[in-house]
């Protein structure tokens, strides 16, 4: 059994700073592609960041220049430093990760969502 559990939202002013931070347990053999996506309210869940393995990272447009996104491999580990917020970075954040565990298939795996709530 392999659980994503997040941790780090919650509310900030525009302009100021959030980590999220992710963590993968269970029988993990490898994890391929780490990343963030959110959900606003009536929106679509969006990629935010991804991050491979081999450390190539890939943001949406709208976060370019603002979130960066780090992993660990050897603590199976994904942060997302969200950096000059804006209100319209409020939304439900996601961890996700590309795992093979017990299977030599790969396999999407969601953390539980944490809120990031922006205030203007």
């Known amino acids: 059994q392999v659980q994503l559990v997040e941790s780090g939202g919650g509310l900030v002013q525009a302009g100021g700073s959030l980590r999220l931070s992710c963590a993968a347990s269970?029988?993990?053999?490898?994890?391929?592609?780490m990343g963030w996506y959110r959900q606003a309210p009536g929106k679509e869940r969006e990629l935010v960041a991804g991050?491979?393995?081999?450390?190539?990272?890939n943001f949406a447009d709208s976060v370019k220049g603002r979130f960066t996104i780090s992993r660990d491999n050897s603590k199976n580990t994904v942060d997302l430093q969200m950096n000059s917020l804006k209100p319209e970075d409020t939304a439900v954040y996601y961890c996700?990760?590309?795992?093979?565990?017990?299977?030599?298939?790969?396999?999407?795996?969601w953390g539980q969502g944490t809120q990031v709530t922006v205030s203007s």
């Open positions: 996700h990760a590309v795992i093979r565990s017990t299977s030599p298939r790969q396999y999407d795996y």
């Open positions: 269970g029988i993990i053999f490898s994890i391929n592609l």
């Open positions: 991050i491979t393995r081999g450390g190539g990272t």
